[in-house]
């Protein structure tokens, strides 16, 4: 499928313009035959004409002179043909071009003044004939045919000849319209390139919003989208503020609940109540903090976001060697320069925070990160060297809730996390062997 409009236009255009002169040809050509049958009959009539002229009658026999006016009617190698036949259709005159062709024409003295035709002989060969009847010659009375003739190949090599002209002619004609149409949909589509620029701005985060230079044609779908981004910004604001108002409000419940089950930890005999309810807040909050989390980082409908990744990394990997001193955790960045990921930083932050811990706990000594960029898209893999995951366990422990090394409900959510940051974003989390012997963790966002 052509995904390009101008391309599309550009074919359409040259579909129409091949099949609009492929119709007028023929058209042409016939006009071209026309004109060109028109011009050979003049020309017979004034060839007829000069026969006529040079004509004489006397004692009731025709007198034809030994030079004509006509220089082609004298040579013996003319592509003209005289003859002159009596009322009887009897040949009386012939002229000398004419020794060497063999006619088996036969006038007919019908009354008809003359007749423009052409004719095929016995051989093959063809020829226009004009044939005109006399009845005065030299003011006396006669009845005689009056024919010239000319080869018909002579006509076909002059149509022919035009017909290759009419060819180069067309195709020049052609490629020079295509040109034109080109120039012409290249500044006919600068309006919906410019557009692509603004949308493409205002998606990196330096625009705030389309601009009104635009034709007016378009103004209805930058208005739409104006009000459609000012719209998203106003909710995404109320969203994320609501979510605040959620979480600051449910602070104070889980913090008493939180006291209460410490003073029912102290009595023996609410021991196990203590530590129901305790495992209980802690999941709630857990539960929470996973929703509100999931919430805020959704991405923006019409923004892509770009975040360099070094900075980040370096962030949270200084955090965790704090966290994991005795560990003492080897860290190798395999990344371009300069490396962005299409994601939110908050997102970022998440995601890569809960990775880089579970690499960090799991891990015997060394953790890489690597980046790799094609034309497909931008892959980000999280690898480490610690016992890894065995293959019928990756899908397991994507789920919430779910870990291998602890089986209590309500923990191991921080991949649950990671998959819906990253599904999103329309990316594809996928989890694999490491060549360092551990578990790899690949994340691929695709080129929008």
């Not at 007198?63 to 009887?88: K, W």
């Not at 190949?153 to 195709?171: C, Q």
């Not at 080897?330 to 579970?358: H, K, R, T, W």
């Not at 990756?394 to 991949?415: C, M, N, S």
């Amino acid at each position: 499928m052509i995904r390009s409009l101008r391309v599309r236009l550009m074919l359409a255009a040259t579909l129409l313009a091949v099949l609009f002169m492929l119709a007028l040809l023929p058209a042409m050509q016939g006009a071209f035959s026309l004109a060109l049958q028109d011009s050979i009959e003049q020309r017979l009539a004034s060839d007829v004409t000069t026969l006529i002229s040079a004509a004489r009658v006397e004692n009731n026999t025709l007198q034809m002179p030994a030079q004509l006016p006509d220089e082609r009617f004298n040579l013996t190698d003319s592509r003209l043909l005289g003859y002159i036949y009596d009322r009887e259709a009897h040949l009386v005159w012939r002229s000398k071009a004419t020794r060497e062709e063999k006619i088996n024409y036969k006038p007919r003295y019908d009354g008809r003044g003359n007749e423009f035709a052409r004719i095929r002989e016995a051989n093959g060969q063809e020829f226009f004939v004009y044939d005109v009847e006399v009845k005065l010659l030299g003011g006396k009375s006669a009845a005689f045919s009056i024919v010239a003739l000319q080869p018909v190949r002579e006509y076909e090599a002059t149509l022919k000849g035009l017909r290759e002209n009419l060819y180069l002619g067309f195709g020049a004609a052609l490629l020079v319209l295509l040109a034109l149409l080109w120039i012409g949909l290249t500044w006919g589509l600068q309006a919906l390139r410019r557009l692509s620029q603004e949308l493409d701005e205002i998606e990196s985060g330096t625009r705030e919003s389309l601009s009104e230079q635009h034709p007016r044609e378009l103004l209805r779908l930058t208005g739409s989208l104006n009000r459609l981004l000012h719209s998203e910004r106003e909710q995404r604001s109320r969203y994320r503020d609501s979510l605040d108002d959620l979480a600051h409000s449910l602070k104070t419940p889980l913090t008493v609940l939180q006291g209460v089950s410490e003073d029912m930890a102290k009595r023996p005999a609410d021991r196990d109540q203590a530590w129901v309810l305790q495992t209980q807040i802690e999941r709630m909050s857990q539960q929470i903090s996973y929703q509100l989390q999931r919430a805020s980082l959704r991405k923006s409908g019409l923004v892509r976001h770009q975040v360099r990744l070094r900075p980040v990394l370096q962030s949270l990997c200084d955090t965790l060697d704090k966290v994991y001193r005795d560990k003492r955790v080897s860290v190798a960045f395999d990344l371009p320069d300069p490396c962005y990921v299409p994601i939110e930083q908050g997102a970022l932050l998440e995601m890569m925070g809960n990775l880089l811990e579970n690499a960090y706990r799991l891990c015997l000594g060394e953790v890489r990160i690597s980046v790799r960029e094609s034309l497909g898209g931008v892959e980000l893999c999280v690898e480490d060297d610690g016992p890894g995951v065995p293959p019928d366990q990756r899908a397991r422990i994507l789920q919430r809730g779910e870990r291998l090394d602890r089986q209590h409900p309500g923990q191991g959510i921080g991949l649950a996390v990671v998959k819906d940051i990253i599904e999103s974003y329309s990316a594809k989390l996928t989890l694999g062997d490491s060549p360092m012997g551990g578990a790899a963790f690949r994340i691929h966002f695709s080129v929008v």
